[in-house]
């Protein structure tokens, strides 16, 4: 992958990049917003921006993909990049895109590390960058034609024909195309971008997951309302706007649906593990399932605050009814208001995989805040599951590789 020369210049600088990776990131957004501040208010997501996590996931990305071009010179490392390209496609990136981020970057680069960037390390992590872009560009451009559009072309306008308030922070938004086409075919765990014009003029998007199977004339979001700190003050834009406006006859702008959280082929056992909003993809893997495998073997976890709080709660449990080699194991910090608080499926705390016991051969997914997920994994890896058979899910910035 990398020219013999290029790998020993970036296996000699990696340190120094690496810890200066997020000054980097830091300069490189600034400068490209200065000079592009339409990318900031129509594409980028301006919370992560103001709060640093764009930054860091992008820094642990390509402080990964570097790692792996010179530990593994004979591999590509496409697992660093998937997610990303699949993101990317959401948004309807585009090739020449890079062309704009690469000169901001490198500059970025030279800025901060000052005279050690010599000729000979300006070479070599442009050739680090155009490896990392060109191979995401090819799984886009395959993802777009996947989807049968040209690149970039991902948007259509979706009417809101039903608005149901799932938790008194969660609300299901049931969506069709406005023109009467078919909604299109999409696999369970894939999400959707919505795209919603701010009073500000700002054109904010954000990825929800399809939390209904495919093969209906309609589509299913289910968008939790995002809070700060205190829990009073509105957070989210996207999210508080959706809350706020959007109603039923009203029209959105919805991208195709994309994403690589995909349920295997075959009848091995599987694992959906989720917490707060993260379950909303597991509805929809299990009603797939209860129609394409319903004899498989499946365990549902699922950890919340309260019951009160857990969106689709009711509908989760009527899913996993249907699979009669399927189990439920929850677990709120607060059971108060659950009608049947002493079920053998209900647990106060913290959820606990320690006393679950996977069978061998078990693909799990996980999906939540990324605290839940890396404790789930550790317990599944306790347990000897293959850590290439746990899989996840972000909502928002993939921070798993900079934590």
Request: aromatic share 6%; net charge negative.
């Amino acid at each position: 992958m990398l020219s013999r020369q290029s790998a020993q210049t970036v296996r000699d600088t990696l340190p120094a990049v690496g810890a200066s990776l997020g000054t980097i990131t830091e300069l490189f957004y600034r400068r490209m917003f200065e000079e592009r501040p339409e990318l900031l208010r129509d594409l980028f997501n301006r919370a992560n921006q103001a709060n640093g996590a764009q930054r860091e996931a992008l820094a642990g990305a390509v402080a990964a993909f570097a790692v792996a071009l010179v530990d593994h010179p004979d591999e590509r490392p496409d697992a660093v990049l998937g997610r990303i390209a699949n993101k990317h496609a959401s948004l309807g990136i585009t090739s020449d895109q890079y062309t704009l981020v690469a000169r901001h970057l490198l500059a970025a680069v030279a800025e901060v590390l000052g005279d050690a960037v010599t000729p000979a390390v300006a070479a070599a992590w442009d050739e680090v960058y155009w490896l990392m872009a060109n191979a995401l560009v090819a799984m886009e451009a395959r993802l777009y034609a996947r989807a049968q559009v040209e690149d970039g072309a991902v948007w259509r306008t979706m009417e809101i024909a039903e608005r149901h308030e799932e938790t008194p922070d969660a609300a299901s938004f049931v969506l069709r195309p406005a023109d009467g086409s078919p909604t299109g075919p999409f696999v369970p765990g894939q999400y959707v971008s919505v795209r919603v014009e701010l009073p500000d003029g700002a054109r904010q998007i954000r990825q929800y997951s399809l939390s209904t199977a495919p093969g209906r004339e309609t589509w299913r979001i289910t968008v939790k309302r995002e809070r700060s700190a205190d829990g009073r003050v509105p957070e989210g834009e996207v999210s508080s706007w959706l809350h706020a406006h959007a109603r039923p006859g009203d029209t959105l702008r919805v991208s195709l649906p994309f994403g690589d959280l995909l349920l295997p082929e075959g009848d091995g056992p599987l694992l959906l593990a989720s917490a707060g909003i993260g379950v909303t993809p597991m509805p929809a893997m299990l009603e797939h399932l209860a129609v394409a495998s319903p004899d498989r073997a499946v365990t549902v976890v699922h950890a919340d605050r309260s019951p009160a709080l857990h969106a689709h709660r009711r509908e989760l449990d009527a899913l996993v009814g249907r699979l009669p080699n399927a189990s439920l194991h929850l677990w709120y910090e607060d059971t108060a208001d659950h009608p049947d608080a002493l079920a053998d499926h209900v647990n106060e705390g913290w959820a606990d995989l320690t006393r679950l016991s996977p069978s061998p051969g078990t693909t799990a997914f996980l999906c939540g805040p990324l605290s839940f997920m890396k404790a789930v994994r550790t317990d599944l890896l306790a347990h000897g599951l293959d850590p290439g058979a746990i899989h996840y899910e972000v909502f928002g910035p993939d921070l798993w590789l900079s934590k």
